[in-house]
């Protein structure tokens, strides 16, 4: 019964969505405005080195396969007026054999008024946040398996799945891109007991920018989901700059007692973004970021996506597939691929395309450097993103949990398939 309450609140949410749009653009033009949509979906097979300790159902695990679909994402958008513009996606995260149901729900619904091109503002629920590029990106474009998900800093903790409700300004400026975001973070349920981690008070404002400098062709600015590679379809040079500011959004206590310290978010970043076709029909895409991350003394997240484990875990990083992915202190980010003309490949045209991505931090709370590598191979059939093979491996380092050093690393590989319906 609850299940089908649930698909009802959706299917409701998404007519009344749709219909409100078709209603409006009635009253405002004689031409009702397109409506756009599509359907894409990132299926996992997976075989997984465990950390010690993990347990699936209270019996402990070394080794572990499984198949889950990792994203599900359903865009809905419509340019109701030459004006205004509204967009929504529909979908959920990690549908693994630990759920019954997939949780379907409204991660973007929101509204955009379009002054010009230099000055466009919106209010709703989105992804629109400044830091970096990666911050919010095109799940659908990445060319990493699942990179770089320490940008999404307050993931699940006070936003969903990197959304929040907020208003922001946005516009190009010659070769200047820039975003400026106002959102009011979601109220989390957590108490912090002694060590550093967000906040159980009111959520105050969190501000964030991003302004990059577009040397080549422009990227479009419609969404605020970044693309994760052109192949040889973009010629793309950017540099950019972003913050993020929340006052006491970290604590080491309830936020009711007079003991308890709070910490301010204050991040930053900068970093570069190349997509550069050559001659040959050949491609290069290439990242580099660093990131000064401050959440308050010592803040440590371990995360571990799509995570196949419910309990254990006797290492510093926690059960299953986790690694200190997020904290107080700086990073550098790499990513590098090629992506070779379109040659015949059991008897399908694909794209071929190499790639790695490296995270290297230096946390406070670790004695040691963390850095986890990703290696993947994406198969583009007909070079496109709406069919897509990918084979990854990510070597992740393991701390112990007494010294928190490292002390090795084990590794998790995936055979991921991505399909788009239009």
């Known amino acids: 019964m609850n299940v089908l309450k649930s698909d009802l609140k959706v299917s409701l949410m998404i007519i009344l969505t749709l219909f409100s749009i078709m209603t409006f653009s009635q009253e405002k033009q004689t031409d009702k405005p397109t409506i756009k949509w599509n359907v894409t979906s990132q299926i996992w097979m997976r075989y997984s080195d465990l950390n010690e300790g993990s347990l699936i159902n209270n019996e402990p695990v070394v080794t572990f396969f499984d198949i889950s679909v990792r994203r ?40 955009e008024y379009s002054f010009a091109k230099s000055l466009e503002v919106g209010v709703g629920k989105s992804g629109w946040q400044g830091l970096s590029r990666w911050n919010i990106r095109s799940s659908k474009t990445m060319m990493g398996l699942d990179t770089p998900l320490f940008t999404l800093n307050s993931v699940e903790k006070n936003d969903d799945l990197g959304r929040l409700f907020g208003v922001w300004v946005k516009g190009q400026v010659g070769k200047i891109d820039y975003r400026f975001t106002f959102n009011r973070p979601f109220i989390g349920a957590a108490i912090p ?26 990227e479009s600015n419609k969404s605020a989901y970044q693309t994760g590679t052109y192949g040889n379809a973009k ?51 290439a990242y580099l970021g660093y990131y000064e991350y401050d959440f308050g003394k010592d803040y440590i997240r371990n995360v571990g996506a799509n995570n196949p484990t419910n309990g254990g875990g006797s290492d510093f990083n926690g059960q299953g597939v986790a690694f200190p992915m997020i904290g107080t202190g700086a990073t550098w980010y790499l990513q590098f691929g090629y992506a070779f003309k379109e040659t015949k490949f059991l008897d399908h045209l694909f794209v071929i395309q190499p790639n790695i991505s490296i995270q290297s931090s230096d946390w406070d709370a670790l004695n040691d450097q963390m850095t986890v590598y990703d290696f993947g191979v994406n198969f583009l059939l007909n070079g496109t993103h709406n069919s897509k093979f990918t084979i990854a491996y990510q070597h992740r380092p393991i701390f112990d949990a007494t010294t928190i050093q490292q002390k090795g690393y084990k590794g998790m590989a995936v055979l991921q398939y991505q399909v788009s319906l239009k």
Do not use: C
């Open 235 to 285: 010629k793309v040079f950017n540099v950019g700059a972003g913050f993020q500011y929340q006052d006491k959004a970290m604590s080491d206590g309830d936020a009711l007692l007079p003991t308890t310290n709070f910490y301010d978010m204050k991040n930053w970043a900068v970093d570069s973004f190349l997509n550069l076709p050559l001659n040959n029909k050949d491609a290069i895409t």
């Open 72 to 111: 599900l994402r359903i865009p809905v958008s419509s340019q109701i007026t030459p004006k205004i513009y509204a967009y929504a996606i529909f979908g959920g995260n990690n549908y693994n054999f630990k759920n019954k149901t997939f949780a379907l729900e409204a991660l973007d619904l929101y509204l």
């Open 193 to 218: 007991d002694g060590e550093v981690n967000f906040a159980n008070n009111m959520p105050r404002i969190k501000t964030s920018s991003y302004i990059k400098y577009q040397f080549f062709e422009h």
